[in-house]
């Protein structure tokens, strides 16, 4: 850290996959504390797939909001058991990897065939039934055995790997009965990970505005992409556009707006 300087963290937030290409947002806050969702949600309500996090718990108490979790972050926990020579974790670690396959199989079968989300949805929602609730109970069974064992240490990673999965026990089955849901939260880690790459190269913005300016152009760029739109030949366009398009369709100006108007003019 450089002298004089404050830690700054960078917030991602995004819509879900759906009907319309998804639509990301990157803040910049100065804390990770609670007042960084309960600023940016105000009174939302929905489903937010989230980790174990404590920093949202208010704003879900509050507003109402379904806590979806996340299969990924409680993969990565036993894997990081498994990487301390906890042969335990790899019995865990079996179903949730048919619960990550089976997911897979289902995009792959969704993008080769050209389907729509509704049909995805509705695949989702009879292969969750039948397969993916049984291998969420083989999981929690299998973690509550190994937790039970005289060698399983509550401090160690395996411990604390269990101690996670019964935390978010609730929060990890909400996909079961919501198949518009993916089961993790990657698809956000990915939208951050240029600023986890380039933070060894930049060290540092010039001053708190300068990170706030550079959060809204990855808010832009990670938005184009979603879209399928060239960065950069969208902020020329719309630079030169701008001055010409009326208050009642800036909406055309967005990304996913930008999208569409150029769409139609093929």
Not at 23 to 30: D, F, G, P, Q, S
Not at 209 to 227: D, K, P
Request: hydrophobic fraction near 40%; proline fraction near 4%; glycine fraction near 10%.
């Amino acid at each position: 850290e450089c002298k004089g300087s404050r830690t700054g963290y960078a917030w991602n937030w995004r819509s879900l996959r759906g009907k319309g290409p998804p639509k990301a947002l990157v803040e910049l806050r100065t804390s990770r504390s609670r007042d960084g969702p309960l600023a940016f949600l105000g009174d939302w309500a929905g489903t937010l797939i989230i980790d174990g996090y404590s920093g949202f718990d208010e704003v879900v108490a509050r507003n109402g909001i379904v806590r979806a979790g996340c299969w990924a972050h409680a993969r990565r926990k036993l894997v990081e058991a498994l990487d301390t020579g906890s042969k335990g974790a790899a019995w865990v670690l079996a179903p949730i990897q048919r619960l990550f396959a089976l997911e897979r199989a289902m995009i792959q079968r969704a993008e080769r065939e050209g389907w729509s989300f509704d049909k995805l949805v509705e695949l989702r929602r009879s292969v969750r039934a039948r397969r993916s609730r049984g291998l969420v109970t083989t999981i929690h069974q299998r973690a509550a055995e190994l937790a039970g064992q005289r060698w399983t240490l509550p401090k160690s990673a395996l411990g604390k790997a269990l101690r996670y999965l019964e935390r978010q026990r609730v929060p990890l089955a909400v996909f079961l009965d919501d198949p518009r849901l993916p089961i993790h939260n990657n698809d956000s880690e990915r939208d951050l990970r240029h600023v986890a790459v380039g933070r060894k190269n930049w060290m540092v913005f010039a001053s708190e505005r300068g990170g706030e300016v550079a959060c809204r152009l990855y808010s832009l760029v990670l938005s184009c992409r979603q879209s399928g739109v060239d960065p950069e030949a969208y902020i020329e366009g719309v630079l030169g556009a701008i001055s010409t398009t009326p208050a009642s369709q800036i909406a055309t100006l967005t990304p996913w707006g930008w999208a569409a108007r150029t769409a139609a003019t093929r």
